[in-house]
């Protein structure tokens, strides 16, 4: 998205640079915005007003805000050719503030961003019905945040660089349960988790299995006890 945004910025400047055609741009309307019309063609030195710009040549985007020395400034909207449309704050260009991206794929997201990258609090709709909620951070969930998924799944805890990292519980749709630690979207170091059936493991892991020292409690009151490698005991303790 930042890549998007920042070309079609440059494009825009290369253009008008050398094209100040009528046929290039929109009536000029003042919406809602505060700030009076933009005057003339020449966007590259509309500042303070509010002006609409589009379909630009090579691009075909369509923008529609607040203006501040030639750039993308306040409140405005993106319409690019894809579908894609952006709506919300902008700062020197991209989106900076409150925003709303929605995707021609069918993917939303309504928070903050930082400089045309999702940062900040915000949730994120995924096409096929997944959900985030929470912190973000260059694009990335990053913090502390939910992930809903379609199948049930759902996760509860810290994130970095859009994995589950740190302390986190996630309740599976057969009933199942993880409270502990993960380390890149897999479950490592200390942790239980907990089957329907109430049977438990507490104990260590690596990978997403059982690894290192740990207890093993079945649905019966058997008991398990004893050093663990890749899931399997290797040493039982008493």
């Not at 999702?118 to 985030?132: D, L, R, T």
């Amino acid at each position: 998205m930042h890549k998007k945004m920042s070309q079609n910025y440059y494009l825009t400047s290369k253009v008008l640079g050398a094209l100040f055609s009528g046929l290039l741009f929109c009536n000029i309307a003042q919406a809602e915005s505060s700030l009076p019309g933009c005057q003339g063609d020449n966007f590259p030195t509309w500042t303070k007003c509010y002006g609409k710009v589009g379909p630009l040549p090579i691009s075909g985007d369509i923008y529609d805000g607040e203006w501040k020395e030639g750039k993308y400034h306040g409140e405005g909207t993106i319409e690019y050719s894809d579908g894609t449309k952006y709506k919300g704050n902008w700062e020197n260009g991209l989106p900076n503030g409150q925003g709303t991206l929605t995707e021609s794929s069918g993917n939303k997201y309504v928070g903050e961003w930082l400089n045309g990258k999702k940062h900040g609090n915000g949730k994120h709709i995924s096409a096929n019905g997944n959900k985030y909620d929470g912190a973000w951070k260059n694009d990335k969930k990053h913090g502390v945040g939910t992930h809903t998924s379609i199948n049930g799944k759902k996760y509860v805890g810290n994130w970095e660089n859009g994995l589950p990292n740190g302390q986190g519980t996630l309740t599976e749709s057969n009933g199942n349960k993880y409270v502990g630690e993960w380390q890149d979207g897999k479950r490592y170091g200390q942790g239980t988790y907990t089957m329907s059936d109430g049977s438990k493991y507490t104990g260590q892991w690596e990978d997403s299995l059982p690894n290192g020292e740990g207890t093993y409690i079945f649905a019966d009151g058997k008991i398990d006890k004893g050093i663990w490698n890749k899931g399997e005991l290797i040493k039982r303790k008493k």
